[in-house]
């Protein structure tokens, strides 16, 4: 697919689901490229004020005796302030992420929260966020014939915020989808 900014983000991507500048390697001028906070740090493009916070760890799964596993970083889907409902947009990503898997991938689907409310109201909301984009994926890969996808899922309430308690919320209020490679 075209890339014309050359940032690692498809055109098709930066203008449908991220709502970036295809012509600008960094759409909100932070100085990071609007493919390395997407994919790399998983905050909002758009956002000057979304920065996020830089690790070296990798994200490493296995057990003992096992080719270790490392999560790489596909999508993330935002959610709107106390809703689990998927917009239009997810439900967009969602089907293309089904579209590019060969069939045998395990997913990993990680589902977050913002500060406000209870730990154990944002920790079902995480929850509920994560299995509704786990279920849409199941349905959608089934419908597609795409049987042998498994999925892992998880979910943290506002213990992983990407924004601190001074920034904007709706960073926060995210799934993560992850493939083991």
């Known amino acids: 697919k075209k890339d014309t900014d ?9 203008i449908a689901i991220y709502e970036t500048n295809p012509l600008r390697k960094d759409s909100d001028g932070d100085g990071l490229s609007d493919s390395e906070e997407v994919q790399k740090f998983g905050t909002n493009p758009l956002s000057a004020l979304s920065k996020p916070q830089i690790s070296n760890k990798e994200r ?3 057990k003992r005796g096992e080719r270790e596993k490392k999560e790489k970083l596909i999508a993330i ?3 709107d302030y106390r809703s689990s409902s ?3 947009r997810a439900k967009e990503t969602l089907c293309d992420i089904c579209k590019s898997l060969k069939g045998d991938e ?5 589902g977050y929260a913002d500060w406000k409310g209870s730990e154990s109201f944002n920790m079902r ?3 509920l966020r994560a299995k509704k984009v786990e279920t849409y994926l199941r ?8 049987k042998d996808v498994h999925f892992k899922t998880e979910w943290f309430g506002y213990k992983k915020l990407i924004i601190n308690r001074k920034g904007p919320m ?4 995210r799934v993560e989808i992850y493939v083991l490679q």
């Open 60 to 62: 490493i799964k296995g």
């Open 106 to 110: 395990t997913l990993v689907i990680k």
């Open 125 to 127: 909301l995480s929850k």
């Open 139 to 146: 349905r959608l890969c089934k419908k597609r014939g795409k």
């Open 77 to 79: 889907i935002y959610f």
């Open 86 to 88: 998927l917009s239009k």
């Open 6 to 14: 050359g940032d690692g983000l498809s055109d098709y991507l930066e």
């Open 170 to 173: 709706a960073p926060n209020r």
